[in-house]
C-alpha cells in the first residue's frame, strides 16, 4: 500500500455496528487513552471516523504508531441481545487513491462475540500494509480495550 489516505469502510448486516480505531505502538498498546478514535472523539493524529467508516492519513500518522486497528462492534444500545453469527456479518473494503482495493469477509463468529478486529494498518519498511484479522471478542469492547492498554473508567 502507498503512503496515502486510506479508507476503510465496514458494511455490516443482520444488526447495527459501531466502527472505530485504535492507534497502536510497537508494543501493541496505545499511547494515551486519547488512541482510540471513535464517534465521541471521531479525530485524533491522522485518523478519523465517520459512520461506517475510517480514514487514515498514513503520511500524518506520528513515527511511534506502528498500526491502527479498526474495530467493527455491534451497537448493543440499538440491539441489546446481537451477536456476531451466521446471521450477523461484517466486510471490509479498504481503498487508496492511487487505486488499491482489498477487501476481507472473515469466516463466521460462533462463541458470542460483539467486537471484532476487522483489519489492521501496519507499518512495513517505509511504507504500510494490511492485515486482515477478524478476531472476535466475546468479552465485549471493555475487554478489547483493555487489551489495548485504554482505561475505560478515564
Known sequence: MA????????????????VSAVLLARNGKVRMDQDLVFYNHPS??????????????????????ASIAIIVSIDLD???????????LWQADITQPSGT????????????ETV??????YRH????????VGQGYDTGLAGLVTDYG???EA
Open 125 to 132: 519498511g517505509t511504507g504500510w500494509k494490511a492485515r486482515a
Open 101 to 112: 482495493q482489498l477487501s476481507f469477509v472473515p469466516g463466521r463468529f460462533s462463541s458470542g
Open 78 to 88: 440499538a440491539q441489546p441481545t446481537a451477536v456476531f453469527d451466521q446471521h450477523t
Open 3 to 18: 503512503t496515502e489516505p486510506t479508507t476503510v469502510r465496514i458494511t455490516a448486516t443482520g444488526a447495527p455496528v459501531d
Open 150 to 152: 485504554i482505561d475505560v
Open 44 to 65: 485524533h493524529e491522522g485518523v478519523r471516523v465517520g459512520g461506517d467508516t475510517v480514514v487514515a492519513e498514513l503520511s500524518l500518522v506520528p513515527d511511534d504508531i
Open 116 to 121: 471484532t478486529i476487522a483489519v489492521e494498518l
